[in-house]
C-alpha cells in the first residue's frame, strides 16, 4: 500500500495506472466501484469509496476489466484497509483464484 | 513546397493519424451508473469547477423515470469522484420553471464569476429545450434566475467575464436540424439579446450537421478558447466529436482561429457503446494553473464520464493549425 506507513508484503508489487475495477459483497447485489492501485501474485489493492469500504476479513468478488469485453472474476479477502484522502480509502485483498 | 517540407508534413500527418490532442485517462470511465448512490438509469455530462483544491463535477443523472437531474460529486484530485447520496437540484415544481422543466434538467454549465457560481442549463418540456440559469453558493441549494431562451435552444455557456460591461453567453438555437454557436448579451443575467452568430457548421468536416458550446469559454492571451461539440451524420447514425476554436477577447463572435480536426473523437469502448453510442461531449474543463494542464470532463455514450487530459498551449496551437493538420 502507498501511504508511506511500513509495508508488510514480501511479493514483488506491479503498480498499476488507475485500471478500473468493480467489486461485491458476498451474498450482496450491490456492485462498489474503484481502481486497482498495484498487484502482485497473491494480492491486489484497490481504491474504493470510503463509505463504501469492505473490512479485514470479509469475503469479496472483484472484477477486472468492468465495461469492457472480457471481464475476469477472482474471490478475494479483504486484509486491511487504509485511508487514501478524504473521499476514499485503499483496500488490500489476498486473491482466492480466478473463475 | 521542397522536398524536405514535404517529408516533414507527411511525417507529422502520420505521426498525428489516429491521435487525439485529449489523452484519455487510464482509470476513465470515472463516473457510471455503479457509481451513482441511488437508483437510475444513466450518467453522463457534467459541469466542473475547483474551488481550492476541491473539485466538484455537477453531473446529469437520468432517472428511471427517464427525467435528468443533477447530483455531486467530489473529489480531491480530479480523477476520483464520489457521488453525494441524494441528487442536488430536481426539475422544479414551482412556475414559471415547473412546466418548461416538466421532462427534465440537462446538460449544466458552471461558470464562477465575480465570486458567484452560476449554472447555465437546459430546462426540458414538450414545448421543447430551452436555456435557464441558476446560482449557488454551495451546490447543495440552487436559486433559480430565470428562463434565458425560447425553444429550440440548447448548449448555453455563461463567459467568466463581462465583455465591454455586459454578460456574454454563448448558445446553440435550431433551425430544423442544423445547429450553429452564436454570442448574445445581458445587462441582468435575465434579459439577452444582440444575438450575432459566432460559429458555423462546416460542409466536409467532421462538425457539418450541428455545432454547440461545451465547456463554458477559457479566458487565454490569445482570445476565449472554446471546446465546442460538432456532430456528423453517417449511415450508422450522428458521430459526436470535440473541437477548439479561438473567438477574439472583445468581440466573441469573430472566430479568431479553429482547429480543422477533432481534439477528441469516440474510439474507445466505453464512448462507442452506450444508450447513444459514438459520443464524446463535454460540459466542463478545470485549467491547472500550476501545470499549465487542462482536466476535461466528457460524457460517453451518454452513458458514462470520463476525464481528458491536454497541455492548455497545445489546445491553443490547435485553434491555428490549417487544414493539413489532420
Given at each position: 500500500?502507498?501511504?508511506?506507513?511500513?509495508?508488510?508484503?514480501?511479493?514483488?508489487?506491479?503498480?498499476?495506472?488507475?485500471?478500473?475495477?468493480?467489486?461485491?459483497?458476498?451474498?450482496?447485489?450491490?456492485?462498489?466501484?474503484?481502481?486497482?492501485?498495484?498487484?502482485?501474485?497473491?494480492?491486489?489493492?484497490?481504491?474504493?469509496?470510503?463509505?463504501?469500504?469492505?473490512?479485514?476479513?470479509?469475503?469479496?468478488?472483484?472484477?477486472?476489466?468492468?465495461?469492457?469485453?472480457?471481464?475476469?472474476?477472482?474471490?478475494?479477502?479483504?486484509?486491511?484497509?487504509?485511508?487514501?484522502?478524504?473521499?476514499?480509502?485503499?483496500?488490500?485483498?489476498?486473491?482466492?483464484?480466478?473463475? | 513546397?521542397?522536398?524536405?517540407a514535404q517529408t516533414t508534413a507527411s511525417q507529422?500527418?502520420?505521426?498525428?493519424?489516429?491521435?487525439?490532442?485529449?489523452?484519455?485517462?487510464?482509470?476513465?470511465?470515472?463516473?457510471?451508473?455503479?457509481?451513482?448512490?441511488?437508483?437510475?438509469?444513466?450518467?453522463?455530462?457534467?459541469?466542473?469547477?475547483?474551488?481550492?483544491?476541491?473539485?466538484?463535477?455537477?453531473?446529469?443523472?437520468?432517472?428511471?423515470?427517464?427525467?435528468?437531474?443533477?447530483?455531486?460529486?467530489?473529489?480531491?484530485?480530479?480523477?476520483?469522484?464520489?457521488?453525494?447520496?441524494?441528487?442536488?437540484?430536481?426539475?422544479?415544481?414551482?412556475?414559471?420553471?415547473?412546466?418548461?422543466?416538466?421532462?427534465?434538467?440537462?446538460?449544466?454549465?458552471?461558470?464562477?464569476?465575480?465570486?458567484?457560481?452560476?449554472?447555465?442549463?437546459?430546462?426540458?418540456?414538450h414545448y421543447g429545450p430551452r436555456l435557464a440559469?441558476?446560482?449557488?453558493?454551495?451546490?447543495?441549494?440552487?436559486?433559480?434566475?430565470?428562463?434565458?431562451?425560447?425553444?429550440?435552444?440548447?448548449?448555453?455557456?455563461?463567459?467568466?467575464?463581462?465583455?465591454?460591461?455586459?454578460?456574454?453567453?454563448?448558445?446553440?438555437?435550431?433551425?430544423?436540424?442544423?445547429?450553429?454557436?452564436?454570442?448574445?448579451?445581458?445587462?441582468?443575467?435575465?434579459?439577452?439579446?444582440?444575438?450575432?452568430?459566432?460559429?458555423?457548421?462546416?460542409?466536409?468536416?467532421?462538425?457539418?450537421?450541428?455545432?454547440?458550446?461545451?465547456?463554458?469559454?477559457?479566458?487565454?492571451?490569445?482570445?476565449?478558447?472554446?471546446?465546442?461539440?460538432?456532430?456528423?451524420?453517417?449511415?450508422?447514425?450522428?458521430?459526436?466529436?470535440?473541437?477548439?476554436?479561438?473567438?477574439?477577447?472583445?468581440?466573441?463572435?469573430?472566430?479568431?482561429?479553429?482547429?480543422?480536426?477533432?481534439?477528441?473523437?469516440?474510439?474507445?469502448?466505453?464512448?462507442?457503446?452506450?444508450?447513444?453510442?459514438?459520443?464524446?461531449?463535454?460540459?466542463?474543463?478545470?485549467?491547472?494553473?500550476?501545470?499549465?494542464?487542462?482536466?476535461?470532463?466528457?460524457?460517453?455514450?451518454?452513458?458514462?464520464?470520463?476525464?481528458?487530459?491536454?497541455?492548455?498551449?497545445?489546445?491553443?496551437?490547435?485553434?491555428?493549425?490549417?487544414?493539413?493538420?489532420?
Open positions: 500500500m502507498s501511504t508511506g506507513q511500513l509495508e508488510l508484503r514480501s511479493e514483488v508489487r506491479c503498480a498499476r495506472v488507475a485500471e478500473r475495477i468493480c467489486w461485491t459483497r458476498e451474498d450482496a447485489g450491490n456492485t462498489y466501484t474503484g481502481w486497482i492501485n498495484d498487484t502482485s501474485r497473491n494480492e491486489v489493492v484497490f481504491i474504493t469509496p470510503r463509505r463504501d469500504r469492505p473490512s479485514p476479513g470479509e469475503h469479496i468478488e472483484l472484477t477486472f476489466g468492468a465495461g469492457g469485453r472480457a471481464p475476469q472474476h477472482t474471490a478475494a479477502e479483504v486484509l486491511r484497509t487504509e485511508p487514501y484522502d478524504r473521499y476514499f480509502s485503499l483496500i488490500a485483498c489476498k486473491h482466492a483464484g480466478l473463475r | 513546397m521542397t522536398q524536405a507529422r500527418r502520420t505521426r498525428l493519424a489516429g491521435r487525439d490532442v485529449i489523452h484519455r485517462w487510464e482509470g476513465n470511465p470515472i463516473v457510471s451508473l455503479e457509481d451513482i448512490p441511488f437508483p437510475c438509469n444513466t450518467v453522463f455530462n457534467a459541469a466542473a469547477t475547483k474551488i481550492g483544491d476541491h473539485y466538484l463535477l455537477l453531473i446529469r443523472v437520468e432517472d428511471q423515470r427517464g427525467r435528468s437531474i443533477f447530483a455531486l460529486a467530489h473529489s480531491e484530485d480530479g480523477y476520483r469522484f464520489v457521488v453525494d447520496p441524494e441528487p442536488v437540484m430536481t426539475p422544479a415544481d414551482t412556475e414559471p420553471f415547473a412546466t418548461y422543466e416538466a421532462c427534465g434538467i440537462e446538460d449544466p454549465r458552471i461558470t464562477c464569476l465575480d465570486g458567484t457560481h452560476y449554472v447555465m442549463y437546459t430546462a426540458y418540456s440559469l441558476a446560482k449557488t453558493d454551495d451546490f447543495t441549494s440552487f436559486t433559480r434566475i430565470a428562463l434565458i431562451s425560447e425553444p429550440v435552444n440548447k448548449d448555453g455557456a455563461l463567459f467568466p467575464k463581462k465583455i465591454n460591461g455586459r454578460y456574454a453567453r454563448l448558445d446553440r438555437p435550431m433551425v430544423g436540424s442544423q445547429g450553429n454557436i452564436w454570442v448574445s448579451y445581458s445587462d441582468d443575467l435575465i434579459h439577452w439579446g444582440d444575438a450575432q452568430v459566432a460559429m458555423t457548421t462546416r460542409p466536409d468536416h467532421w462538425d457539418c450537421v450541428r455545432v454547440g458550446a461545451s465547456a463554458p469559454p477559457i479566458e487565454t492571451d490569445q482570445g476565449w478558447l472554446e471546446i465546442y461539440h460538432g456532430v456528423k451524420d453517417t449511415a450508422g447514425g450522428p458521430i459526436y466529436r470535440l473541437g477548439v476554436a479561438m473567438l477574439d477577447l472583445e468581440n466573441p463572435a469573430k472566430v479568431v482561429g479553429r482547429a480543422a480536426i477533432p481534439i477528441l473523437t469516440p474510439r474507445e469502448y466505453y464512448e462507442r457503446v452506450g444508450d447513444i453510442g459514438n459520443v464524446v461531449f463535454s460540459c466542463g474543463a478545470i485549467v491547472e494553473q500550476h501545470t499549465g494542464l487542462v482536466k476535461m470532463y466528457y460524457g460517453a455514450a451518454d452513458t458514462c464520464i470520463c476525464v481528458g487530459i491536454a497541455k492548455l498551449d497545445a489546445l491553443i496551437t490547435r485553434c491555428f493549425e490549417g487544414e493539413d493538420s489532420g
